[in-house]
């Protein structure tokens, strides 16, 4: 089992940044990726960027040049970060961290970013 706890979200205006992280728990060494995804209401959930275990990173298109997903380990934590430059409007969503083993997917409980003037 693999816990996530996400934070970091908030209301900011155009332009502004913002850096969401994900602390993960349990069985940390079993991931073989990590992810952030976001979703609003009325449509799927979508990847926004993703790291693997061997650190291959891949990001959405919109966010490419604007957001960078990193990652580190202390002790029997992972942290997952997602570092949100000029942001736009189109970027309000639910953020969440995601986590993956063989077999299995977890999430986190969401934080909500709010893009907004």
């Known amino acids: 089992q693999v816990q996530l706890v996400e934070s970091g979200g908030g209301l900011v205006q155009p332009g502004a940044s913002l850096r969401l992280s994900c602390a993960a728990s349990?069985?940390?060494?079993?991931?073989?990726?990590m992810g952030w995804y976001r979703q609003v209401p009325g449509k799927e959930r979508e990847l926004v960027a993703g790291?693997?275990?061997?650190?291959?990173?891949?990001?959405a298109d919109c966010v490419k040049g604007r957001f960078t997903i990193s990652r580190n380990n202390y002790k029997i934590m992972m942290y997952l970060y997602l570092q949100m430059n000029s942001l736009e409007p189109e970027d309000t969503a639910v953020y969440y961290c995601?986590?993956?083993?063989?077999?299995?997917?977890?999430w986190g409980q969401g934080t909500q970013v709010t893009v907004s003037s």
């Open positions: 995601n986590a993956e083993n063989t077999g299995n997917k977890y």
């Open positions: 349990g069985s940390i060494f079993s991931i073989t990726r």
């Open positions: 790291i693997t275990s061997g650190g291959i990173i891949n990001y």
